[in-house]
Structure formats: C-alpha cells, structure tokens
C-alpha cells in the first residue's frame, strides 16, 4: 500500500497569513493527488484534483502543486471560513490512502 | 444536480452487521464508480474501498477483506456497503462517495454506526 504522510500536523495561523502543507507518498503517485477541507460534523469538500486543478467553486486563494512523491497546498491568505482539517488523498493504486490530516486553528 | 442520500444511524452489537444504503441521483448512476470513506470519532478519514456500479466490481482495503462487502442495485440506483463482525473500532460515521475524474467528489451525509455492547 502507499503510505501517505502530512506535515505540520496542525497549525496556528492569522487571517490574512500563507499556508503551506505538505503531503508526501511513500511512492510516485504522478499527479494522482486530491485535496480536501473538512469541517467538524460536515462531509469533506475537494479543493484540489490531480494535485494542481482548483476544483469549480473554489476560491482562488487555494492551489496546489508537486507530482511524484511530494505535494504542496497553499492558501495565499487565510479567511475565517478556511479554518479547517485539511486531507490528501492518493488516487493513484488500491488502495486508495488519505494522509492524516492537518489542523488548522486560530492563533 | 448529483444528490447522495444515506440510511440513517445504526446501533449494533460486536459480532453482528450493519448495511448501509446510499441512494444516488441526478446523474447516470451506472457511468461512475462509488468510494466509501469511514471516520472513527475524533480521527481521520479511511478510504474503505470502491465499487463500479456499473459491472458490481469492487476493491478493498486489505485491513478490512473478508469483512466488506460493497453491492448495488442499478434498478434503485443504490449502492450498499455491509460491513461484518463488527467491533468497537468500527464506531464511526460511514460517507458513499461518488467519484469524479479518479477520486471522491459528490459525498453523501454521512452515517454514524455505533458499535456497542
């Protein structure tokens, strides 16, 4: 199975600040990597599909990047609403593997 | 517009099973696959395996072989996940999830199984 890893595993920001998270794979994956927000008591939502695609509906502030084994997601300025659990997925074998996951709060 | 509704909440004892049904709508239910995704309280996501609505083929996650079984019913546009002998680490709310360019995209409402003595 691959093995997907995400670092920080939570995070203090502002509103208004850059944030990056990083997923790694234990294997190349291609670009076969999405990105999904989740909040408490909600469904996830799909931010990013293969690795860089901002999916419809999608603030501008998101984007993605990486292929093979390293990824990043950046939000460009942080809002209130963007306060969340962050996952990646790897789409590219069964089966199928989300990293653990980043929590980002309010400092 | 693609709607995913899921069964409601089940309480089960260790040993038994539980079945879960997730409706689809809106859209051709055959042309896409299915994902189930699982979250235990106060933990991540798990991705616990896929089905092709349209063939009924499946994959699943090699912790949980021999436990799941993924189905569906093309003639109600439902897939259901059956999950067997059950524990207490099964605890969690179970998400269908329609596909969409490889990976989950349209996400039911999500169903909590309790699994307690």
């Known amino acids: 199975d691959i093995q997907m890893t995400q670092s920080p595993s939570s995070l203090s920001a502002s509103v208004g600040d850059r944030v990056t998270i990083t997923c790694r794979a234990s294997q190349g994956i291609r670009n076969d990597l999405g990105w999904y927000q989740q909040k408490p008591g909600k469904a996830p939502k799909r931010l990013i599909y293969?690795?860089?695609s901002l999916q419809s509906g999608v603030p501008s502030r998101f984007s993605g990047s990486g292929s093979g084994t390293e990824f990043t997601l950046t939000i460009s300025s942080l809002q209130p609403e963007d306060f969340a659990t962050y996952y990646c997925?790897?789409?590219?074998?069964?089966?199928?593997?989300f990293g653990p996951g980043t929590k980002v709060d309010i400092k | 517009q693609v709607q995913l509704v899921q069964s409601g909440a089940e309480v089960k004892k260790p040993g038994a099973s539980v079945k879960v049904s997730c409706k689809a709508s809106?859209?051709?239910?055959?042309?896409?696959?299915m994902h189930w995704v699982r979250q235990a309280p106060g933990q991540g996501l798990e991705w616990m395996g896929i089905?092709?609505?349209?063939?009924?083929?499946?994959s699943y996650a090699q912790k949980l072989q021999g436990r799941v079984t993924m189905t569906r019913d093309t003639s109600t546009s439902t897939v259901y996940m059956e999950l067997s002998s059950l524990r207490s680490e099964d605890t969690a709310v179970y998400y269908c999830a329609r596909d969409q360019g490889g990976s989950p995209h349209y996400w039911g409402q999500g169903t909590l199984v309790t699994v307690s003595s």
């Open positions: 089905i092709n609505p349209s063939g009924g083929s499946t």
């Open positions: 809106g859209y051709t239910f055959t042309s896409y696959y």
């Open positions: 997925l790897q789409h590219n074998s069964y089966p199928f593997t």
């Open positions: 293969a690795a860089s």
